[in-house]
């Protein structure tokens, strides 16, 4: 089932599981998508029994017996080129048995992802193909890229027609259109300037890869990847620092949320820990991370994490969609902004995407509603960084912020 966001897909599995004529269904999801599953499953009377669990638990139920197996958001299945672990242990539950996989984004990158989706059935289209390398031989163009002056393979080039036509006739594909939706997602970006101290922080750790704060916590950045992840974290208020705690330096983003959606019914998605640890300080106890208890209410205020929270989860009883910060990647971007969807929502389905002025988000932002991931080349890119030694000497006094 390929079907965009919000369209049913998980009342269409459990009604199919009922027209097989299943005994014993496994569903897998997303941890936070399971009380909604189980709830529809109460709620409409099935006779079968459901076991419900997310992809980390896996492992305990390879020994158990169902005879027929429903893969949620099953993209997260799709690494290549071997088989991610959750892949394996699913693809063992599943012997021999019937599956229906289901997703809004397939192949959100390449479709040589597509390969390991089947290969969970027994039954895959591509069953003679005894591995992925196999398969790729008629159904990818071989190429190479280069990752830190390293000669890779790169197996993301796929012949897509090719590949269509033999899983077409196993897709069954719905549009929100399709389905009745009748609003369209509003973007705004809105950009804020955070507190000066913020973009000294930044430009003082693009410079010297390294900074040493009055208490003693260190930030360093020694590496291409490290200095982006501690940009992407500064630009929004709080930085993880090398002896693994959490500093909350600027709530400009938190302040600004509060004061200008004030009276609205707000669900906000964070991207690090800290952001939501500086969101509950904000809000105190009208925080909820249920999005059960959120629609049941006036006067909370949901937040969730983007990578726990991107699938699965319904919020749209919520006037706006708030995001605090953005993600690298593109199939992020395209399933968090969803949430917000129904197909029975009256009201406008407003997004608002909150980013500091002269900060990473934006950078990533244009890449990632262009359906591509915001890799380091972009990061380099932008920055106009030149790749450095991975190696720093630290500074021999403390410097204060």
């Given at each position: ?10 009342l269409a599995a459990l009604e199919g599981a009922k ?383």
């Amino acid at each position: 089932m390929v079907w965009q966001p919000r369209c049913g897909k998980t009342l269409a599995a459990l009604e199919g599981a009922k027209l097989y004529g299943a005994q014993d269904v496994l569903f897998v999801t997303k941890k936070k998508a399971i009380s909604n599953i189980e709830s529809d499953y109460n709620n409409l009377g099935y006779a079968y029994n459901l076991t419900v669990t997310n992809y980390e638990s896996l492992h305990n139920f390879v020994d158990k017996k169902f005879d027929l197996v429903i893969a949620d958001e099953v993209h997260t299945c799709a690494g290549f080129p071997k088989p991610a672990v959750r892949t394996t242990h699913l693809k063992e539950i599943a012997k021999g048995k019937p599956v229906i996989l289901i997703s809004a984004t397939i192949t959100p990158e390449s479709y040589s992802q597509i390969y390991h989706e089947f290969y969970i059935s027994s039954f895959s289209p591509f069953a003679e193909y005894k591995n992925f390398y196999a398969w790729f031989k008629d159904f990818g163009y071989p190429k190479k890229r280069y990752v830190f002056n390293r000669e890779l393979n790169d197996y993301s080039h796929s012949k897509e027609e090719k590949i269509k036509e033999v899983v077409g006739k196993y897709m069954i594909t719905m549009t929100q259109e399709q389905a009745g939706f009748n609003q369209e997602i509003k973007e705004e970006v809105i950009r804020i300037r955070m507190q000066d101290s913020t973009y000294w922080l930044a430009k003082k750790l693009i410079a010297k890869k390294i900074h040493i704060g009055k208490d003693g916590s260190e930030l360093v950045a020694d590496t291409e990847v490290k200095l982006r992840q501690k940009l992407h974290q500064i630009y929004s208020g709080t930085v993880k620092c090398e002896d693994g705690t959490t500093q909350i330096f600027d709530i400009s983003k938190a302040t600004f949320i509060k004061q200008h959606f004030a009276g609205k019914k707000i669900a906000i998605y964070y991207q690090y820990i800290g952001e939501g640890e500086m969101l509950r300080r904000a809000f105190g106890s009208a925080i909820t991370e249920s999005p059960e208890v959120f629609n049941e209410s006036d006067n909370r205020v949901f937040i969730s994490q983007i990578q726990s929270g991107r699938e699965g989860v319904n919020i749209a009883t919520a006037d706006c969609m708030i995001m605090f910060n953005i993600g690298y990647s593109s199939v992020s971007y395209q399933q968090a902004r969803e949430r917000i969807q129904d197909k029975n929502r009256k009201k406008e389905a407003l997004l608002y995407w909150i980013f500091a002025d002269e900060g990473i988000e934006h950078n990533i932002y244009k890449v990632v509603s262009n359906k591509k991931d915001y890799s380091m080349r972009w990061f380099l890119k932008d920055f106009g960084i030149k790749k450095q030694p991975n190696v720093i000497t630290k500074e021999p006094a403390a410097i204060a912020h």
